[in-house]
């Protein structure tokens, strides 16, 4: 039998809705759970998404047909009812509920079962069949309370002011940004941003979500004023040229991968904060629990390993090739962070 959802080579694609959710090749209907650049590609003739999305597609991907639509809407595709729901992920993020004949799938996208404020909370959709991701889909990934974190991002500012360093914060510029732009607030400086940061902040004015004071750095921008400040920077900057006008600086870098010990040395970071957009292991087991599947294919992540803890653990399940990547971390620097700790867990099995 057909199932409501197939993973094709060109993405996830229903077929009597005769659409694609996050498609990696261009395609004429392409539904988006969110804009980071591996679920959200360039070329599709149409685009529907969240609200919130949109006007990141657009600064993303330049200029295509969009269309918009707001958490828990119906929307009927050829008889098959589609709906969004928050994902908890990043501004915007969402589940896609794809409901035909009695049969509801939903296709997770990335998610982050704590509420980060800013985000929307993670809503669990009951199905029949559930679609999660596995980034973070080992036992040792266990992420402290927000609270914590932002209170360790503070004073880990604090300090550096007292030791007249200036503060560079290195975080992905859609999703950690916005959230280390919240956690810094209880602070009530200005916040200095790499363009690449400062253009996702535009984007998101439409949204009417607040944020604190931020200033982009320009050519122009004072190395006086920038003085034991506080700056966000993409990952690839990190270790540039572009970070010279910041000495004397200390480097913060905001990963889920900083909670492996030996990360921030291989950074080559002064701090790490274990700070990430996705579910940790607690976390995508109870959202898978919630949903109440009768079956879950595993996307990208640690697919393999993770699948096959469900099947053992009575949840069927089966893993799922796709080319969605890893968002937690910039291309840059990562891959290096990423593969290691692929070894470490091939070794351990
Ligand atoms: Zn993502
Ligand atoms: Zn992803």
Request: aromatic letters at 10%; glycine letters at 8%.
């Amino acid at each position: 039998m057909q199932q409501l959802i197939e993973f094709t080579d060109k993405g996830l694609y229903c077929a009597p809705g005769n659409f694609y959710i996050d498609p990696w090749q261009p395609v004429d209907k392409a539904i988006i759970t969110h804009a980071h650049s591996d679920h959200a590609r360039a070329g599709n003739r149409y685009y529907l998404s969240h609200h919130f999305t949109k006007p990141l597609l657009q600064a993303r991907l330049g200029d295509h047909h969009y269309e918009s639509i707001e958490w828990n809407e119906q929307v009927n595709i050829n008889n098959v009812m589609v709906s969004l729901h928050p994902a908890g992920h990043i501004i915007g993020s969402s589940q896609v509920r794809v409901a035909y004949n009695n049969e509801v799938w939903v296709v997770s996208g990335d998610y982050k079962t704590e509420d980060d404020g800013i985000s929307g909370a993670f809503e669990p959709v009951p199905c029949n069949v559930f679609i999660t991701e596995s980034t973070f889909g080992l036992p040792i990934y266990k992420w402290q309370p927000q609270s914590d974190i932002y209170e360790s991002v503070c004073n880990w500012v604090i300090k550096n002011k007292e030791e007249n360093k200036t503060s560079v914060l290195i975080a992905y510029s859609l999703g950690k940004a916005q959230r280390l732009l919240t956690a810094l607030e209880p602070l009530q400086e200005i916040i200095y941003l790499h363009g690449a940061i400062d253009n996702m902040q535009q984007a998101l004015q439409t949204t009417g979500i607040t944020f604190p004071a931020v200033e982009r750095i320009t050519a122009d921008t004072s190395k006086e004023k920038l003085k034991k400040g506080i700056v966000i920077a993409p990952p690839g900057a990190d270790g540039s040229a572009w970070m010279k006008r910041f000495e004397p600086y200390a480097t913060g870098v905001c990963s889920g991968w900083m909670q492996v010990r030996g990360n921030v040395r291989r950074r080559n970071a002064d701090a790490g904060f274990a700070l990430s957009d996705h579910a940790d292991w607690d976390g995508l087991l109870s959202a898978i629990k919630e949903t109440g599947a009768q079956k879950v294919f595993v996307t990208h992540g640690f697919q393999a390993s993770f699948s096959r803890y469900l099947n053992e653990n009575g949840i069927l399940s089966a893993e799922v090739k796709t080319e969605f990547g890893n968002d937690d971390d910039e291309p840059v620097n990562a891959a290096g962070i990423v593969e290691d700790i692929n070894t470490d867990q091939q070794q351990n099995q």
